[in-house]
């Protein structure tokens, strides 16, 4: 059915016609692009799909902390003792606020269905009673379904992103020097993830949104009080969440944010001015199929002092 090729984030997954099943990949250098992220997984309708092993860099800026290193597994909210449970013993032991957390996936598969402006109201409201330091509420939503808007922001911010993969792909001197220092000074932009998702972008013909009918920008005011980023995150977290109780996907884009930095013209179209800046946008829509399947994830590092 193609569901997982077509959601996977990155460039890895590829679909064989001739066989009619997926393989992996990679491109220019790296011998895959798989980001652990089993989104394959969540989406296949028939479980036929396994994915072992973790993301891990072994060495450089970027090296995964020994910490972090470890088995891959689904939920254990309840302990050691779920390891060998199947999710469907374990969800009938578990909140309903539990089974959202753990079955809300990043839908990158969305039907052409306008989602209804009231739908959008219920889901912002969730996010205006998170949490915020000093009931400040800094957060201002830009709710964008016009056609036009969400296609150039793509364009325009896919062109740029594609020469931060081509500087990145490169085999020159010059080129690994120009990542190393712009690590230093972007060290959350250069990470080696994101730029197999680029290459994604580019198959898509630029569409960093997906093709949702709705793009939601989240926007934190600068005079906030604290960590104004933190308190937009909290409620954004909010909203997703409301979304998939109520049916609809949701994907955290983050390229538009780094890309806006340098496409500064870009804030005109989306009605971003002082004090508020862009701190991520979200994709928002009815999902293509039962999109929710829980996955595994890499182990937390947690430190106990009693």
């Not at 730029?195 to 009918?213: D, N, R």
């Not at 930095?261 to 979200?282: G, R």
């Amino acid at each position: 059915c193609k569901l997982c090729a077509d959601s996977c984030p990155t460039s890895c997954l590829q679909w064989d016609e001739e066989k009619r099943m997926p393989y992996a990949t990679g491109f220019k250098g790296m011998d895959l692009a798989c980001i652990a992220c089993n989104n394959c997984e969540a989406v296949c309708p028939t479980k036929a799909i396994r994915m072992r092993g973790e993301y891990r860099v072994l060495y450089g800026r970027y090296k995964t902390p020994d910490d972090k290193v470890g088995e891959m597994r689904g939920p254990m909210p309840f302990g050691e003792k779920d390891i060998e449970r199947d999710f469907g013993d374990i969800e009938k032991e578990l909140t309903e606020v539990e089974r959202v957390i753990y079955r809300r996936r990043s839908i990158r598969l969305f039907r052409k269905k306008p989602v209804p402006k009231e739908l959008i109201d219920r889901i912002i409201e969730a996010a205006r009673f998170a949490p915020s330091s000093g009931n400040g509420q800094p957060c201002k939503f830009v709710v964008v379904t016009n056609r036009d808007v969400i296609d150039k922001v793509d364009r325009q911010c896919a062109k740029l992103l594609d020469m931060i993969k081509w500087m990145y792909a490169g085999k020159d001197k010059w080129r690994d020097i120009a990542i190393t220092l712009s690590s230093y000074f972007m060290v959350n932009e250069m990470d080696q993830r994101p730029i197999a998702a680029i290459e994604k972008v580019k198959q898509l013909a630029g569409s960093i949104t997906w093709g949702a009918p709705v793009v939601i920008h989240v926007l934190a005011d600068t005079r906030g009080i604290a960590n104004p980023p933190l308190d937009t995150g909290i409620a954004t977290q909010n909203l997703v969440l409301a979304a998939h109780s109520l049916g609809l996907g949701t994907c955290y884009i983050g390229f538009i944010a780094s890309a806006i930095k340098f496409l500064p013209w870009l804030k005109k179209d989306l009605h971003i001015e002082y004090p508020y800046e862009l701190v991520t946008s979200i994709s928002v829509g009815y999902p293509r199929g039962k999109l929710d399947n829980p996955v595994a994830r890499g182990p937390v590092p947690v430190e106990w002092i009693e």
